[in-house]
């Protein structure tokens, strides 16, 4: 294989700028936006995860339909470590569930309050001690029994939540008398299928802008104007040096939330000099934001993004082995 | 039909895929020409054309391009855990100067 790309694009750095158990801020360097794209997509897409997928309603009097309540409860997001061990099941064809299939109850009894109560997703019992909801307190459920204090260890262990201020994911509101039980079946699939299987709340990049000033040009305003220059980007872009009496590039971790919108070319062209600042978009730096939904840690998102691209790759290329080897019998006969 | 040019479909991809590849080619100066399409946004395939010079077969451009994604995704991959790393790192010993000099250190006009 001959080095044909040049180096550059082959080996793109990144630097990770902001990184919590939610978001992840990176940049991309020193690559094309093919590469970038589609490691957006795959991120958005393509990563695998669980969510509920199949539900028995055993009993149901609340006030919403049996099947809103099973869609309510495919959209909240399961914590999906596990899903990497697990197999689709539209490509599984052997007979142990336990590879496809995780089960949750969720039986909130005859509810016996003056006052109504929500069914959240805390109220949901999980079978398997891996995957829970997310931010998942049973402790907060409407029996808040049993089995509890088990969850919320485990809770801890995987790392930093924002403990049981944050409620649960609200699936139905009852009053008194009324009853919910169903039994519910989580399982793994990608973001392309249906969007409750996505790992991301959003997956963005942005283009690094480049931003000269021409020096020149800018020496023939006055004070005030440099001022009003300066105030007039909505995003801080540039900063009017007092020591130096010259407008300065702002710190560059500013410029990169430019969202350009033109603002201070506009002030620019109204004070008469147009040209007076250069913004352009380079096209091989990118900043990435990924917003997990909880589902994935946000540095496991990307990193699985890579290897479901790369087995993509493989998996063409094999394809491409068994096409070439048929072609070649064809010749031979 | 000749080895040298050939219309390749990718059954369950889409751009993602599409996109990647026809850059990766249109990168090999032995490609007189790459580009790919989506016959139908409802129907998940794509094409992918693959003419070449002569020098190689459109097969085997299309392999080196598959093989360049692979080590590019490698690479990436690396050195995201790479980043990581030496974030964790550094905000470790941010932190720690933090602390030193009683939260004064990330102070901000």
């Known amino acids: 294989m001959a080095p044909t790309t040049e180096p550059k694009q082959r080996s793109p750095s990144i630097v990770v700028q902001e990184l919590t158990h939610e978001k992840i801020r990176f940049a991309l360097l020193h690559t094309d936006t093919s590469v970038a794209n589609a490691l957006r997509r795959v991120i958005i897409a393509e990563v695998p995860t669980l969510a509920i997928d199949l539900v028995d309603v055993i009993e149901n009097t609340s006030c919403l339909c049996d099947e809103f309540i099973a869609h309510r409860l495919g959209l909240i997001p399961l914590l999906s470590e596990k899903a990497v061990e697990m197999e689709f099941p539209y490509d599984y064809a052997g007979d142990d569930e336990s590879v496809t299939d995780v089960h949750f109850e969720l039986n909130t009894g005859i509810c016996a309050s003056a006052e109504t109560v929500d069914v959240t997703s805390n109220d949901l019992v999980c079978y398997d001690p891996r995957v829970a909801p997310v931010n998942y307190h049973p402790g907060e459920s409407i029996k808040g029994k049993g089995g509890a204090m088990e969850f919320e260890a485990q809770a801890a262990a995987r790392g930093p ?10 699936i139905v509101k009852l009053r008194r008398g009324q009853q919910i039980n169903m039994r519910c079946v989580a ?4 973001g392309r299928d249906h969007a409750k299987w996505q790992p991301v709340a959003t997956a963005t990049y942005r283009f690094e802008p480049e931003i000269t000033i021409n020096e020149e040009l800018m020496a023939t305003l006055t004070e005030e104007e440099k001022m009003a220059f300066v105030e007039s980007s909505p995003t801080a872009l540039f900063r009017y040096d007092e020591a130096t009496r010259r407008v300065v590039v702002d710190a560059p971790d500013q410029a990169r939330s430019y969202g350009y919108d033109g603002e201070c070319l506009k002030k620019a062209e109204e004070l008469g000099k147009p040209g007076l600042v250069d ?16 589902a994935l840690r946000p540095e496991e998102i990307v990193v699985n993004a890579l290897k479901v691209l790369e087995r993509k790759m493989e998996v063409t290329r094999g394809e491409l082995d068994i096409l070439e080897r048929e072609q070649d019998e064809q010749v031979a006969m | ?14 751009h993602t895929m599409g996109n990647a590849i026809r850059y990766m080619l249109n990168k090999n100066p032995q490609v007189a020409l790459a ?7 409802m129907e998940r395939s794509v094409n992918v054309r693959v003419q070449t010079t002569g020098e190689v077969t459109a097969t085997a451009a299309m392999r080196d391009a598959l093989l360049d994604i692979i080590s590019v995704c490698d690479h990436v991959h690396d050195t995201f855990d790479l980043a990581i790393e030496e974030h964790g790192e550094k905000n470790a010993t941010a932190m720690e100067t933090d602390v030193a000099g009683k939260g004064g250190g990330s102070k901000k006009k």
């Open chain 1, 279 to 294: 913004i352009r978009a380079k096209e091989d730096a990118f900043h990435f934001t990924v917003e997990s939904t909880g």
């Open chain 2, 35 to 41: 580009g790919y399409s989506v016959p139908h946004p």
């Open chain 2, 1 to 14: 039909m000749s080895v040298y040019e050939k219309t390749f479909t990718l059954k369950d991809e889409d």
């Open chain 1, 161 to 170: 939540d924002d403990g049981p201020d944050i409620p649960g994911v609200v």
């Open chain 1, 187 to 190: 399982r793994k699939g990608v």
